[in-house]
């Protein structure tokens, strides 16, 4: 029996699309959101959009706060899945539909905003998962670098832990961005972070190493396989830009050959590296500033592991601290 034809999502209205592209195009221009940011809020305005279509509500002044309210709930119960969706899932979702009405009631095209009222599900802090130091050491010491993927891997993991930096910025470097610290052990290079902000982080004598070793013995020949070679620092087999989802395969192989047991992103060591840094001492402000926080109460989360760590030794090692 054959399948049945997968059922057509409902299509957005003209007009409706229309709003959504003028709002997007605001935060592309006033805020400056990644493309990914951008995607994310298009997925769930269209979802959003086609909601209240498939509800009768053809027109965003006909939309009330119920409307809005429900759309939260429905996501909650599963989006017409069964599966109840994240907590954290659901508070995007409804973050993006209430900027996307204050929006629209900014411009002017509707008399007020039915979602000012509705707030996104609470969700419970979770604590980043910082790998020990013993674990990053093996990690780090994964990648064969007599071979050219060796050297380009390490290059990867080193620039990771040792500047805390998201892998979209570890990946967006060019070489001018990191040859003046190759020649000054003192230099530091820049980071393009989230909304085009960028700060200067110090590049740490492994780091620098490895980097060096990559541009001698490594990158020249890979990049002349592209097409058209371009200033890249990491670069995939072709000579090309390394992309997000190949940096992402490398580190979770590379944790694999180092039998951690733990799960490990590349964002594990960017979570890493601001706890090493507070267990050493290091000032939170400083932190902030090397990860490109712009409030210090998102850096404070990794206080908390710290705090946590304290209270394991503790329990683990004071004679009064066991029943």
Not at 19 to 32: A, I, K, P
Not at 75 to 99: E, F
Request: charged share 25%.
């Amino acid at each position: 029996m054959p399948d049945a034809p997968a059922t057509e999502p409902t299509p957005v209205p003209r007009e409706l699309a229309t709003v959504l592209q003028d709002y997007l195009d605001h935060l592309t221009v006033e805020r400056g959101l990644s493309a990914n940011t951008l995607e994310s809020y298009r997925r769930d305005l269209e979802r959003y959009l086609r909601h209240l279509t498939e509800r009768g509500v053809i027109a965003l002044r006909e939309v009330a706060p119920s409307d809005v309210d429900e759309f939260s709930q429905w996501l909650s119960a599963g989006a017409g899945t069964g599966t109840p969706m994240a907590r954290s899932s659901v508070g995007r979702a409804v973050v993006a539909v209430r900027g996307f009405h204050k929006f629209v009631a900014g411009e002017g095209i509707t008399a007020a905003d039915p979602a000012v009222e509705v707030t996104p599900p609470a969700v419970g802090k979770r604590l980043p998962k910082a790998l020990s130091q013993d674990q990053v050491a093996a990690l780090l010491a994964t990648p064969d670098t007599t071979t050219v993927d060796g050297l380009r891997d390490a290059v990867l993991l080193e620039l990771l832990y040792g500047t805390g930096a998201r892998i979209s910025e570890v990946c967006g470097l060019d070489v001018d961005d990191v040859s003046r610290a190759l020649d000054d052990e003192d230099a530091a290079i820049r980071l393009l972070g989230k909304g085009n902000k960028e700060r200067v982080v110090p590049l740490g004598s492994f780091a620098r190493a490895a980097v060096d070793q990559w541009l001698v013995r490594g990158r020249p020949g890979w990049a002349t396989r592209a097409r058209q070679p371009g200033p890249a620092l990491l670069l995939n087999t072709r000579g090309n830009r390394l992309s997000r989802q190949s940096a992402w395969a490398i580190v979770q192989t590379a944790a694999e050959k180092a039998r951690l047991g733990v799960e490990v992103s590349p964002h594990s060591l960017r979570h890493s590296f601001a706890t090493h840094l507070l267990d050493g001492g290091a000032d939170i402000r400083v932190v902030q500033e090397l990860l490109g926080h712009s409030s210090v109460t998102t850096t404070q989360i990794y206080t908390m592991v710290t705090v946590e760590h304290l209270r394991e030794v503790y329990r683990s090692s004071h004679p009064r601290a066991r029943s």
